[in-house]
C-alpha cells in the first residue's frame, strides 16, 4: 500500500493547483489560484517560500535556460519573475470570453505549452485549450469545454490527454511533431463516484496518473483506459499530480479546500509513495 504523507505548512490552497518540477532549481512549485499565490518548496531544505501575484493564476511553467517562468493569469499569458515578483503580458487568447480564465498547462515533447481555459463560474462551456509556440504566438486546438484540466503527454510523445472535468471525460488526442492534434476520442469516463478528473501525469511506463476531485484519491491508468490502481489521499478535493526530484522518483499532489472549509487536510501539498518515476518534462523552449 502506498504511504502518503503531509508536507507541514502553516497555511493550506483554497485552490491548489499546478505543479511543476524545477530540476534547475531543485524545487517543486505551484500555485494557489484563488489565493493567488505560487509557491515553491526547495527538496534540499524542505523550506518553502510564497509569491503574491495581482490576479489569479492557473500555472506556471519553467523556461529553457531561463530564471523566469510563463504563466496562465486572469489576463492570459505572461512572463512572471520571482523574487521580486514582477510581470510582463504576452497576450490574451480570448478577449472575447471576459468570463474566463486560465485553468491548467502542460508542456510537450518540443517544449510547446498546452493550456486549457474555462468559465471562472463553471456554468458555461466557454473553455477552449490553447498551444503556445516557443515564439509566443498562440492557436486554439479545441473547445467547447465546461473545465479544461490536464494536459498530460505519453512517454513517446505522441498522445496528449485532456480532461474536460465538468463531463467527467478524459480524452485521448494523436499529437504530431508538428504540434497537430487529431482523432479525438474518449480515454476514460469517470463513473460519478469517481468524482472529477482533474491534473494529471504520465509516469516512465506510460501509465496515466488522475487526480480525483470530490473522490479523495489518485489513479493509475494504464493506455488502454483500463483502472490499474488507486491511492487514497487523506483531502476530498484532490487538484494535481508531479513527480518531482532529480531521478523523478517523487510524487506530489495538490489538493483544495475549497468546499471542504472544515476538514482540517483539505488544501494541503501531500506526497505519496508509489514506487514509479516520471518521464522528463521540457520546460517551455521560447
Known amino acids: 500500500m502506498a504511504q502518503v504523507r503531509i508536507i507541514p505548512r502553516t497555511v493550506r490552497d483554497t485552490l491548489g493547483e499546478g505543479p511543476v518540477w524545477s530540476g534547475s532549481r531543485n524545487a517543486l512549485l505551484w500555485v494557489d489560484i484563488f489565493g493567488q499565490l505560487v509557491h515553491e518548496l526547495e527538496l534540499e ?18 523556461r529553457e535556460g531561463r530564471e523566469d517562468f510563463v504563466a496562465g493569469l486572469k489576463s492570459g499569458f505572461a ?41 471562472d ?97 489518485i489513479s493509475r491508468f494504464f493506455p488502454d483506459g483500463t483502472l490499474g490502481r488507486s491511492v487514497s489521499i487523506p483531502a476530498a478535493n484532490v487538484t494535481s499530480i508531479v513527480f518531482a526530484g532529480p531521478e523523478l522518483d517523487r510524487m506530489f499532489v495538490t489538493s483544495a479546500a475549497l468546499g471542504c472549509e472544515n476538514d482540517p487536510l483539505a488544501g494541503a501539498l501531500f506526497e505519496a509513495e508509489t514506487g514509479v518515476c516520471g518521464h522528463p518534462v521540457r520546460p517551455f523552449a521560447g
Open 79 to 119: 512572463h512572471l519573475q520571482l523574487d521580486p515578483v514582477s510581470i510582463r503580458r504576452i497576450g490574451n487568447p480570448e478577449p472575447d470570453r471576459p468570463q474566463n480564465r486560465m485553468n491548467d498547462a502542460k508542456t510537450d515533447a518540443s517544449g510547446r505549452i498546452w493550456a486549457g481555459s474555462k468559465d
Open 121 to 217: 463560474s463553471d456554468q458555461i462551456a466557454s473553455g477552449a485549450l490553447y498551444r503556445l509556440d516557443p515564439d509566443f504566438t498562440w492557436s486554439r486546438q479545441d473547445d467547447g469545454y465546461l473545465v479544461t484540466n490536464g494536459p498530460a503527454f505519453s512517454p513517446d510523445g505522441k498522445t496528449m490527454y485532456h480532461n474536460d472535468s465538468g463531463r467527467r471525460t478524459v480524452y485521448a488526442f494523436d499529437i504530431n511533431e508538428r504540434g497537430e492534434l487529431s482523432r479525438k476520442r474518449v480515454f476514460v469516463k469517470f463513473e460519478e463516484e469517481w468524482g472529477y478528473p482533474d491534473g494529471m501525469a504520465t509516469d516512465a511506463d506510460g501509465g496515466i496518473w488522475i487526480a480525483h476531485w470530490g473522490g479523495g484519491r
Open 45 to 62: 531544505k524542505g523550506s518553502i517560500s510564497s509569491w503574491s501575484v495581482p490576479e489569479r493564476i492557473g500555472w506556471i511553467v519553467e
